[in-house]
């Protein structure tokens, strides 16, 4: 128990003398706490599990907490008794911690002491399994020796520390080399003790397996030697992949395993990916590929464990198949999405661990879908035939989110279900060391805010502010989640309920952390509310409010920066300082805005993917080029001109070569900072959201109905004062009054109106209409918002159609023409958002179904419009699901569900010029094989898209007329024609 003891010593020093440490006898994996007061005994299965035992009793006896990102330990001078033995047993044997990328967005600098504190911190949480990469660029620096490279070679070929996770995972090589010898040496010594470490607390080290990879020119020096090209990764060109089939592999693989050992000592799990992110297997088959690599493994290191990530469409079952699954452990990176449900069926009983991949790019984000861990972790661990055998908290980059990561560990320690509502409880009380109703109030919120998210990718949403400048970002990353998560302003309401918490809580540093993320949070999520407003002021060449909307905006910044500078954890100059030490500042630099050169920000796509809320970043990078942007719409709109366009990668570059030294100590106090947030967002302008809608939905033609205005008030912090409303376009509308909205909450007026009762020239008729809404907080002065768009009037649908909508669609129809109106964020995978005008059960063996898209609003890109199928078009998951659609860029696509499982998850397509509406498009069944084609000729020629198969199509399916405006989160809608339809029956030819 000598490691145990060290560790607290280290942790508790003050207190280390009152615990007695045991061991208990093999067996299955568990913790016991007894004693008296001021002499705790802890008896454990390993000095880990001990560890954890020490931290179930400072969390249920002391109220006491340690984290990654804030700590609380404020402790009687002599500890209390615990009232009965307070005893867990491990339920599950794997309990795995990191993510590939983790070294890479976490501390690629960091040094011993930080990776000490990190191991304690994962033993305290009961994590037994944690992904190791440092020090690997030293294995493969011996090993290139070996094959024919030489020292200078090897070194320019390793990456810096901060992008190796992606060399490792074979998506690049190079970037930010050579690494110096030092370095090499540093790093090698630094992963053989943190191995060691790991070693001595009974905890595992997982490291990164041979797989293959080999650089440029590998099989011209080594004969025998077969590799296979991987193309590009986000602008970066792959290393190649060497065959493992071939007895160049087994020799290659036994050195790397044989350097390996010596640089690393004994370890029995190796993490490997094959073909990961779009790797090509060229004509290597994947299943003897994946046999080779297995044996290699084992001829190295009897018995080993193959960790494998679930990411994607990773691990491929044909792979998993092929494998000895008792020597396989995929870590699954998305257990809690909705799309995932069978994880025995997907890979074939394969042994899993259940988890989750948080804080993508290391993201300063708040959030994480709690519910599906506490619903599912217990129900599929216990169910019969379960493959469940571990947990896997993956997050991208470590030392964020303390809530979450304590939910996540204590599920593995927990027969019975977690009770989502107590545990919030008992977390508030032992975050802050004590019962208080606002910190209880506080988390609440939360829990049913930031830790119930609903984003269908399971990611909180991040900061637009951090994103390179434009009107139409929906989001502060590309690879993000583009809609709000959860609702911002009942967020606020954690936020006020926080600063209450009384004053000697707020004297930890974990109470200190929170109220800092929190104040930041809620100045991030104004970045949702105000872009589009900034957008639409725009669009309407209403530069005074376009003006006001850009101060507040460059305000809230500055504030953001201020707020950040409140706690160590959110400083950009430790990150700074870290990589300066090792001479590698402009990789540290790069990592968290352009990520690589100017392919990678710009094509790649991979700008800004960190995304982080940090004092010095938002001031000194993001702040000016959001200063630049919109002062230049400002001065183009006075002008009565176009703005200029702005070539962000020049712009950024030079911030990346700089050396400008930033604090590494806060630089305000984090309650007075936190208080000016307050008060500034109370009374901040523009924190109103208004929607407009007809009931009906479409009026018919001289149809009487009302139009619905809907006032959010997103302010959570304050009430509004009166809220006014003009109407116009339906005549003579009388201004409706609200006379408050409470905070964070909604109020609505109504109009009754007439349609026109005129003879229609098209299936849908948009009636447009202005909305001005004049509101502000309670004791402000108010503002006037001006808010077009367009309700409708349809012509009435044959009786033979039904409709379906997911996506706020109208339907139309007028004779042989339709017509279709609505949103959608996406038709693809987890996202089936559209609207169909569709007959029941039409299409079956040897019908065609034939329409002409006559027009399509580019919406988007990936806007999609044309003949859609399904068992049952009006119940979402059903099987069966294919549609052959026109894009108004991507060309003709058929996409389709390979899988049965209700979801479209392959796409084949024809691209060119004449591939836009007007668009002919024809689906026709034989049997079981499904035909898309188009005709850009009126029908005369037909191009065939592609003939597939949809596994668990019925005898007979619905069918219909759709369209997505696949808006992503930007709230557009656009109307797609059609005519020309025929095999729907007789009705749809009239």
């Not at 990078?621 to 962000?648: K, M, N, V």
């Not at 002409?852 to 919406?859: G, L």
């Not at 592609?946 to 992503?968: E, I």
Request: proline share 7%; aromatic share 10%.
């Amino acid at each position: 128990m000598a490691p145990a003891r060290a560790a607290l010593e280290r942790l508790l020093p003050g207190h280390a003398d009152q615990f007695t440490l045991h061991h208990v006898a093999t067996g299955p994996e568990r913790f016991r706490v007894t004693g008296s007061t001021g002499r705790i005994e802890v008896a454990g299965t390993s000095p880990a599990t001990t560890l954890t035992g020490v931290h179930w009793y400072l969390k249920y006896v002391c109220r006491a907490h340690i984290s990654w990102s804030g700590t609380q330990l404020d402790l009687p001078r002599r500890l209390p008794a615990p009232r009965e033995p307070l005893a867990r047993d491990a339920t599950v044997p794997h309990r795995f911690a990191f993510n590939d990328t983790h070294d890479g967005y976490t501390a690629p600098y960091a040094d011993w002491s930080r990776w000490e504190r990190l191991i304690d911190v994962l033993a305290l949480h009961g994590c037994n399994e944690v992904l190791v990469t440092a020090g690997q660029e030293a294995v493969y620096h011996r090993l290139l020796k070996d094959f024919g490279y030489s020292d200078a070679e090897a070194r320019a070929w390793l990456p810096a520390p901060s992008h190796q996770p992606w060399w490792l995972l074979q998506n690049m090589s190079a970037y930010g080399g050579p690494l110096s010898p030092e370095l090499i040496a540093r790093r090698a010594a630094l992963g053989r003790r943190i191995a060691d470490r790991m070693r001595e607390l009974g905890m595992a080290p997982v490291l990164p397996g041979y797989f293959g990879t080999v650089p440029d020119g590998f099989a011209d020096r080594n004969p025998g030697a077969r590799t296979v090209p991987q193309g590009v990764w986000a602008g970066l060109r792959r290393p190649d992949w060497l065959d493992p089939r071939t007895e160049a592999f087994s020799r290659v693989a036994a050195a790397f395993y044989r350097h390996q050992a010596d640089l690393s000592g004994d370890v029995r799990h190796f993490k490997m990916d094959l073909l990961h992110e779009g790797g090509s297997a060229g004509d290597v088959p994947v299943p003897e590929a994946a046999r080779a690599v297995e044996a290699a493994l084992h001829a190295a290191r009897p018995g080993a464990t193959w960790v494998i990530l679930g990411w994607q469409a990773n691990p491929r079952r044909d792979l998993l198949d092929a494998l000895d699954k008792s020597r396989v452990l995929v870590v699954d990176g998305l257990s809690d999405l909705e799309t995932v449900t069978d994880r025995e069926k997907d890979w074939g009983g394969a042994p899993y661990a259940f988890g989750t991949i948080p804080n993508f790019g290391g993201r300063t984000t708040i959030g994480a879908k709690t519910h599906m861990w506490t619903d599912r972790f217990t129900a599929w661990r216990d169910k019969p035939g379960s493959a469940l055998a571990g947990t896997a908290y993956m997050p991208e980059a470590a030392e964020r989110d303390p809530a979450a990561l304590e939910l996540f560990s204590e599920l593995a320690w927990r027969a019975e279900p977690v009770d989502r509502r107590r545990w919030f409880e008992e977390y508030a009380d032992l975050r802050y060391g004590g019962r208080d109703a606002r910190a209880r109030e506080a988390f609440a919120v939360l829990r049913d805010t930031a830790y119930h998210i609903t984003s269908r990718d399971g990611r909180p949403h991040d900061s637009i502010f951090a994103a390179r400048p434009s009107l139409a970002a929906n989001s502060g990353a590309y690879y993000a989640t583009h809609s709000p998560a959860f609702d911002p302003a009942d967020f606020d309401k954690a936020f006020a309920a926080l600063l209450g918490v009384r004053e000697p809580l707020r004297r930890s540093d974990a109470y200190r952390y929170d109220l800092t993320d929190l104040g930041r949070q809620v100045l991030a999520n104004r970045s949702w509310q105000l872009i589009g407003q900034l957008k639409a002021a725009f669009t309407r060449e209403d530069v005074d409010t376009f003006r006001a909307l850009a101060r507040l905006w460059l305000k809230l910044m500055r504030l953001s920066d201020d707020m950040t500078g409140s706690h160590h954890a959110f400083l950009l100059g430790p990150w700074l300082a870290d990589a300066r030490r090792e001479g590698l500042e402009r990789t540290a630099r790069v990592l968290i805005t352009t990520w690589a050169d100017r392919p990678t920000a710009d094509a790649g796509r991979l700008a800004n993917y960190a995304n982080r809320d940090w004092s010095g970043l938002i001031a000194d990078f993001h702040l000016p080029h959001w200063q630049a942007y919109l002062d230049e719409l400002e001065d183009a709109l006075a002008e009565g001109r176009s703005p200029r366009t702005f070539d962000w990668y020049a712009i950024e570059e030079p911030w990346t070569y700089e050396t400008k030294a930033y604090p590494l100590r806060p630089l305000h106090d984090p309650y007075r900072t936190a208080l000016k947030v307050r008060d500034v967002l109370a009374r901040a302008p523009y924190q109103g959201t208004v929607s407009v809608a007809g009931t009906p939905a479409a009026f018919p033609p001289g149809g009487e109905g009302e139009v619905t205005a809907t006032f959010r008030n997103v302010n959570g912090l304050r009430a509004t004062g009166p809220v006014g409303f003009t109407l116009m376009g339906f005549g003579d509308q009388p201004p409706l009054r609200l006379p408050s909205v409470p905070a964070a909450g909604t109020g609505t007026v109504s109009w009754g109106v007439t349609a026109p009762a005129g003879p229609l020239a098209a299936p849908l008729e948009p009636l447009p209409y202005r909305l001005r809404t004049t509101y502000g907080p309670r004791g402000e002065p108010p503002v006037t918002t001006v808010q077009e768009g367009s309700l409708y009037v349809a012509g009435p649908l044959d009786d033979a159609w039904r409709t379906y909508t997911n996506n706020g669609a109208v339907f139309g129809q007028l004779r042989d023409r339709y017509a279709i109106n609505g949103g959608g964020h996406d038709l693809w995978k987890a996202i089936a958002e559209f609207g169909a005008l569709y007959r029941e059960g039409v299409f079956a063996d040897g019908v065609t179904l034939t329409v002409r898209v006559d027009s399509q609003e580019a919406t988007d890109p990936w806007a999609r419009a044309g003949i859609v199928v399904r068992n049952a078009l009006d119940t979402p998951g059903a099987p069966g699901f294919l549609n052959l659609a026109v894009t108004p860029v991507n060309g003709v696509v058929l996409s389709y569900d390979t899988n049965g499982d209700g979801t479209l998850d392959t796409y084949r397509r024809i691209t060119g010029a004449p591939y836009k509406a007007p668009v002919w498009l024809r689906l026709s069944r034989a049997g079981e094989a499904f035909t898309g084609s188009c005709s850009t000729d009126g029908g005369t020629t037909w191009r065939a898209v592609a003939t597939v198969r949809v596994p668990g199509a019925a005898a007979a399916q619905d069918a219909g007329l759709f369209m997505t405006a696949r808006n992503g989160g930007s709230g557009a809608h656009g109307t797609v024609a059609f005519s020309g339809v025929t095999g729907w029956g007789a009705a749809a030819a009239r």
